[in-house]
């Protein structure tokens, strides 16, 4: 969904792109997002970074527009293009500046090496270029986090409180914004100068490393298919997300959220064997032994999960059949959808009307303006 004519531009690319989305200095420029939070930070960035344009947020975004009684337009795939060499290295310039002022630090490839085998101080490592870009070449162990986004959810991709956060953008503009924004928010955050194209050797999308996998009872797919026909003592438990859950799961297996199955216990049907499984089989893998201790039951997990049942061309089962744990894995935003409540919308713009309040009243953000 999106305002008619609207043309995406995420955060962090702002600042690269409107020169050539705008070109004159007297078109006004509106941004958005679908409530407030990233419309007003892209704003404000624009102005941070000198552009000529007048600039403004529109208030209350998608919901605020829907609101009012306004139409969206759906599906559209307007988009920003690539910019000229020297509109990039103006904006690199722009970017630069508002970093500086914000007191981001810079660091070089060669200092970031012992960083990431440090095991007494966390450092998470972002690239905040599109994930078009980054597929294509980046710098290996860097994760792929559009900037706008890593302002935004930041608590989500670095939940350790005053880690170090080092960004990754050859061209500079994509690292240097949201730097500025993170240094604001009191992270220690530092920009990689010097990067090259040949420093960018890792391809393909982003692998989250795992720790080292506990030692559990496996089970191929093809036994686990012929205990599911022939054995009415083993039952089948998903702890997939419950989206997951519905599009496609084993038929006759059970949703459990992983932190709610002492509850789920007393849903589940009584069995001599308990195979859990998990979209990819990770979850289950991780989750097998402290289940284990909760039941007599014997404990097997599926090899590679559900994605393996699917590959091997298995029957699968959709919908919201069997309900061990309440489906509350994920709370679904009011802009979620083509038919949300109205109060629910409104509802959502008041509490983040009240989160300014709070900030006055929280004296542990440490956030400051530039």
């Known amino acids: 969904m999106s305002i008619p004519t609207g043309i995406s531009v995420p955060g962090a690319e702002l600042v690269l792109r409107i020169p050539e989305i705008a070109p004159n200095p007297k078109t006004k420029v509106i941004v958005n997002c679908a409530g407030r939070t990233r419309s007003i930070i892209g704003t404000q960035s624009l102005i941070n970074a000198g552009i000529p344009n007048e600039v403004n947020a529109l208030r209350n975004g998608t919901i605020g527009w829907t609101l009012a009684g306004q139409a969206l337009d759906k599906g559209q795939s307007r988009k920003f293009k690539e910019v000229s060499e ?4 103006e904006a690199a310039l722009r970017a630069r500046s508002v970093a500086d002022k914000a007191g981001v630090k ?8 012992a960083w990431k085998s440090q095991t007494d101080r966390t450092t998470y490592f972002f690239d905040p270029r599109t994930p078009e870009e980054y597929v294509a070449g980046h710098l290996p ?5 559009p900037g706008g986004q890593l302002v935004q959810e930041t608590e989500m991709l670095a939940p350790v409180r005053g880690a170090r956060i080092v960004l990754s953008d050859p061209g500079g503009v994509r690292a240097n914004m949201p730097a500025s924004w993170l240094a604001q928010m009191a992270w220690d ?3 990689i100068d010097g990067i090259n194209t040949a420093d960018l050797t890792e391809k393909g999308t982003w692998i989250q490393p795992l720790p080292k996998a506990p030692e ?4 191929d797919v093809k036994t686990a298919s012929v205990w599911l026909q022939n054995d009415s003592s083993t039952i089948f438990i998903d702890l997939s997300t419950h989206a997951n859950y519905v599009k496609a799961h084993i038929p006759g297996s059970w949703f459990v959220l992983r932190s709610q199955f002492s509850a789920a216990m007393e849903k589940l049907p009584k069995a001599d064997r308990y195979i859990l499984t998990s979209t990819t089989g ?18 097997f997990v599926l090899t590679s999960g559900n994605q393996a049942w699917i590959d091997a061309g298995l029957e699968v089962e959709k919908g919201a059949t069997h309900l061990a744990s309440p489906p509350m894995d994920r709370y679904k935003r009011p802009y979620e ?9 409104q509802a959502y713009l008041d509490w983040e009307f009240g989160l300014v309040e709070q900030l006055g009243k929280d004296g542990t953000h440490h956030f400051w303006v530039l």
């Open 86 to 89: 020297n509109t990039a290295n």
């Open 106 to 113: 810079r660091v070089s490839l060669a200092d970031i090496q």
């Open 141 to 145: 162990g860097f994760r792929s986090t």
């Open 189 to 191: 955050v530092y920009v």
């Open 216 to 219: 559990v009872q496996m089970v």
């Open 282 to 299: 990770d979850l289950a893998v991780f989750a097998a032994q402290e289940i284990q201790v909760l039941t007599r039951s014997e404990i």
């Open 337 to 345: 959808g083509t038919s949300v409540d109205p109060a629910a919308m």
